[in-house]
Nanobody, 117 residues
């Protein structure tokens, strides 16, 4: 059974930084690309915006233009975790962040990140 557990969210001041991580199990982690998505407060459930993606090898990363240069995605195969390091946060980054593997349609429970105005 695929399990994805996000952790590390919270309240951040403008310009602050925050790391969120995702612990994955139930699939071959080393063979799956991993991505982060976010759901903005007030939008419909299905509107989850792509944030960042890292290839199965960890050699390639992709970012939404709004976070490029501020966010960094990485993965630890031994720990089966994927990390999203967020810097220079602003209120527009607020939302619930989800990690997702490239295999199947699985989502974690989500981790709220709130940027204070």
């Amino acid at each position: 059974q695929v399990r994805l557990v996000e952790s590390g969210g919270g309240l951040v001041q403008p310009g602050g930084r925050l790391n969120i991580s995702c612990a994955a199990s139930g699939f071959i982690f080393s063979e799956a690309a991993m991505s982060w998505h976010r759901h903005f407060t007030g939008k419909e459930y299905e509107e989850r915006e792509f944030v960042a993606r890292i290839s199965s090898s960890g050699l390639s990363t992709y970012y939404h233009r709004s976070v490029r240069g501020r966010f960094t995605i990485s993965r630890d195969v031994a720990k089966q975790t994927v990390l999203l390091q967020m810097t220079n946060l602003n209120p527009e980054d607020s939302g619930v962040y989800y990690c997702k593997p490239s295999v199947g349609e699985h989502w974690g429970q989500g981790m709220p990140v709130t940027g204070s105005p």
